[in-house]
């Protein structure tokens, strides 16, 4: 019989005090949810005071080693003007991991030359890639920092920069 009394109370006695926390879990800001796939980044282009003229169309690319990629065509060129800093949101694939390249694709007026082109992923990391050159027309030209180096574009490069 006092077993099963210290068996009963041993049993009360564990179930009774399951360990419960009072400091509460983090959770995700609702603020900062986004769907799957889906992150928005900000890009900061200044040209460069030795610049000639904006381009009449240009177009972003930029993504990290992993292939993952996102595409800004047909930014608004009418700021890409001699000094000038163009900031814009683009919203696209979320990288896994830093920005690691970025090439412009121009059509148009020769002679447009970005001094900088910034990047901003949500995180907050900025990257920054210095051009101070000028982009030559209906090709991609930019930086390519990445290791191992991203898949190449498919061969129809040039029609991602007038989808």
Request: hydrophobic share 40%.
């Amino acid at each position: 019989m006092k077993i099963l009394f210290f068996l009963l109370i041993s049993s009360l006695i564990i179930f009774s005090t399951h360990a419960r926390s009072i400091i509460p879990r983090p959770q995700p800001l609702s603020s900062l949810k986004q769907d799957e796939g889906n992150c928005n980044y900000v890009v900061i282009i200044t040209t460069s005071l030795s610049s000639s003229s904006a381009p009449d169309d240009a177009s972003l690319r930029f993504g990290d080693a992993n292939g993952n990629y996102i595409l800004a065509p047909h930014i608004d060129t009418a700021r890409l003007h001699p000094g000038m800093e163009h900031t814009f949101e683009v919203n696209g694939t979320c990288v896994n991991a830093t920005v690691c390249y970025l090439f412009i694709y121009v059509s148009g007026n020769e002679g447009w030359m970005p001094q900088d082109v910034s990047i901003i992923e949500l995180g907050g990391a900025q990257l920054d890639f210095r051009f101070n050159a000028h982009v030559p027309s209906n090709t991609w030209f930019g930086h390519d920092n990445c290791f191992p180096p991203p898949p190449p574009p498919p061969a129809n490069a040039a029609s991602l920069a007038v989808e």
